[in-house]
């Protein structure tokens, strides 16, 4: 189940396009492609490719190349993310890699480490 903090920011995002749902329990390597908005609460490993909008829930643990529209981040994210809108974090996460996004947005409470950077337009 999303957090607080998630339902409010991704609560337009989810009330009818939640597309998959790889919750607690689940493991998966590999690539993932997808249409619509996926959420990802358990461990993931490999590649991410959308046009759509990636979820990762508190308690997740995933290590991957993201390239998506939008990407949420409250779980353990190690690996780079290329949104092409606009990246949120949200506490608990804890993120380590490179963002380039023209948006990206930290709230108190999350570990970053690693490099932002905005692609010119």
């Known amino acids: 189940m999303l957090s607080s903090n998630v339902s409010k920011t991704s609560e337009k995002i989810t009330d ?48 991957a190349q993201i390239e998506a529209e939008i990407v949420v981040v409250c779980g353990k994210l190690k690996g780079n993310i290329f949104a092409r809108r606009r990246v949120l974090m949200h506490a608990p996460a804890v993120f380590e ?11 108190e409470g999350v570990v970053f480490e690693g490099a932002s950077y905005v692609p010119k337009t």
């Open 16 to 63: 009818s396009r939640l597309t998959a749902l790889l919750d607690k329990g689940t493991s998966f390597e590999g690539r993932l492609s997808f249409e619509g908005t996926v959420q990802i609460g358990g461990q993931f490993k490999g590649e991410i490719f959308s046009y759509d909008t990636l979820i990762i829930s508190p308690g997740a643990d995933v290590e």
């Open 97 to 107: 890699g490179t963002v380039t996004s023209p948006s990206l947005k930290i709230d």
